[in-house]
């Protein structure tokens, strides 16, 4: 009798841990969801969902890893993550063993984050929202880059949401830092605007220099202003700020533009400007100082030159930019 009781609780318990398992992740949902989607020449692929199916069952699938994962988005592994986090870390990268080794270990990493990341994606309609951004994208923009894109897990923070290259750009699911859901829905065509402005800025002899940064990063924010047709709020077009955030940055706006002018031309990347999260000129303002600035330079050029203006920038050098904004003059009568 003692024997069948045993045998009926071990059951019982191997039932219960089986179900927790399962119900971990929906793998109906996730079986769902397409492997890559593309509209003309930009794919994005969704690495993930064979990075989370390679555990569904009791044997780790490495076939799938070397097939779905690493080998679809071959040159991201090899020439980005291979070679920026050093020669040990890209030999987590670089080659198929590598790669099925950390995935096979991923999930004792950081389970529930991973879970909560995967619940965030298949909460989401996935497919239709990639696909109506790049869409609409390709509608807005005059010139349609070549890119790829790679949804994932990886073994550590890295990139965030960033890349080496126009067909070298991942989204860390994983990264601590980021909120998946926005920037799934409005990172996404802030960084496209970054691979079309790239082309551009490159050509200009000031391509260094912090107010190009600044304008770059100003510009991307602004189209994602426009590319959710203003319904959203400029502050949230700008890293996600609350409103207390941007009032903090407008009410000390002339003190920003007089302490930070003098560094705009420099070139060094180590400065005041480009980074007051370490030098802290402004040790109170949040988010990140430049971003705001560039958004306002951007703001009062459209303002001036009408709504469609911001597609001039494409092709305006960033002095051209600033010098045609009448930001200067405007801060000057604050």
Not at 16 to 30: G, H
Not at 161 to 166: H, I, V
Request: net charge neutral; with cysteine.
């Amino acid at each position: 009798m003692k024997t069948v009781l045993l045998s009926v609780s071990l059951l019982t318990l191997f039932s219960c841990s089986t179900k927790n398992v399962k119900n971990d992740f929906d793998y109906t949902k996730i079986e769902k969801i397409p492997d890559s989607i593309s509209i003309e020449k930009i794919t994005v692929h969704n690495l993930f969902k064979s990075q989370i199916l390679a555990h569904k069952d009791q044997n780790f699938d490495s076939v799938m890893v070397v097939q779905n994962v690493y080998l679809p988005h071959r040159k991201l592994w090899d020439s980005c993550y291979g070679m920026i986090f050093g020669e040990e870390n890209g030999k987590k990268f670089n080659n198929k063993s590598g790669m099925i080794a950390w995935n096979k270990t991923l999930m004792n990493q950081d389970k529930p984050l991973i879970i909560e990341r995967t619940h965030t994606i298949t909460s989401l309609n996935l497919s239709r929202m990639i696909t109506n951004n790049l869409k609409k994208f390709n509608t807005m923009v005059p010139y349609h880059p070549a890119a790829e894109v790679s949804i994932v897990f990886t073994p550590f923070d890295g990139i965030g949401f960033g890349g080496c290259t126009a067909d070298q750009f991942a989204l860390e699911l994983n990264h601590k830092s980021l909120d998946i859901s926005y920037t799934l829905e409005k990172g996404l065509p802030h960084e496209l605007n970054h691979l079309v402005y790239e082309k551009f800025r490159n050509s200009h002899s000031d391509k260094d220099s912090a107010l190009s940064q600044t304008i770059d990063e100003g510009f991307a924010c602004y189209f994602t202003y426009v590319f959710f047709d203003e319904k959203i709020q400029p502050y949230e077009a700008v890293e996600n700020m609350t409103k207390a955030n941007w009032d903090w940055y407008t009410a000390h706006e002339k003190e920003i533009y007089t302490k930070t002018k003098a560094y705009l031309a420099d070139t060094s990347g180590d400065n005041p400007l480009l980074r007051n999260d370490r030098i802290k000129l402004f040790p109170d303002a949040p988010k990140t100082l430049y971003y705001w600035l560039g958004f306002r330079i951007v703001s009062k050029y459209v303002e001036k030159f009408g709504k469609e203006s911001w597609k001039d920038l494409y092709k305006l050098s960033p002095q051209e930019v600033l010098d045609k904004s009448g930001y200067h003059d405007y801060i000057s009568q604050l």
